[in-house]
């Protein structure tokens, strides 16, 4: 059974870098697109990019300038990394399973993140 | 990218069913046969329901389908359930080889 499970810092100053790790359980990272999605309270999905071990990773064309995402194969984990948040970069956070980069599945549970002073 | 465009609620009678739509562009939804939808309840994760337009993960109730015509999805939920409240995304393969999603469709069982 695949599992994953985002891990970082809950709280990011603004024009800091939020980071977070996607630690991947049941599954080979190297098989396999990974993406991260984003969700600010009461409102939608957003998607943020995928990547993907051997291949250049996609970002959201509205975010792309900011982003990057990496993958650990010793540690079967992806990571990201948004520069320059501000307070509308406060959402949940989760990571993802790509199938045939179409869709997503399964999902993390989510970890909060909020930009505050 | 822009968002896909989903009904903000939809609402039906256990037993009923109700379709939810999903109109984007030639660029994504049009284009490629890459259409999923995503169930959320409240504090949860995401759950794939389907995926490439109308086909269901392994196990999944067949009162989900899908469908496409043109540049509009849509989800068919029948004999709705009360487990079925929740709020419901689609998401679309697009041209730029990235991922869209909906605004999100909250589904109520009255």
């Known amino acids: 059974q695949v599992q994953l499970q985002e891990s970082g810092p809950g709280l990011v100053k603004p024009s800091e870098t939020l980071s977070l790790t996607c630690t991947v359980s049941?599954?080979?990272?190297?098989?396999?697109?990974w993406s991260w999605i984003r969700q600010p309270a009461g409102r939608g999905l957003e998607w943020i990019g995928r990547i993907y071990l051997r291949g250049s990773p996609n970002y959201n064309p509205s975010l792309k300038s900011r982003v990057t995402m990496s993958v650990d194969t010793s540690k079967n984990q992806f990571s990201l990394k948004l520069r320059s948040v501000t307070a509308a970069d406060t959402a949940v956070y989760y990571c993802?399973?790509?199938?045939?980069?179409?869709?997503?599945?399964?999902w993390g549970q989510g970890t909060l993140v909020t930009v505050s002073s | 990218q822009s968002a896909l465009t989903q009904p903000a609620s939809v609402s039906g009678s256990p037993g009923q069913s109700i379709t939810i739509s999903c109109t984007g562009s030639s660029s994504d939804v049009g284009g490629y046969n890459y259409v999923s939808w995503y169930q959320q309840h409240p504090g949860k994760a995401p759950k794939l329901m389907i995926f490439d337009v109308n086909k269901r993960p392994s196990g999944l109730s067949n009162r989900f389908s899908g469908s496409k015509s043109d540049n509009t999805a849509s989800l068919t939920i029948s004999g709705l359930q009360a487990e079925d409240e929740a709020d419901y995304y689609c998401s679309s393969y697009t041209s730029s080889r990235t991922l869209v999603f909906g605004g999100g469709t909250k589904v109520t069982v009255l």
């Open positions: 049941g599954s080979s990272i190297s098989s396999y697109y």
């Open positions: 993802s399973r790509d199938v045939g980069s179409t869709h997503s599945t399964p």
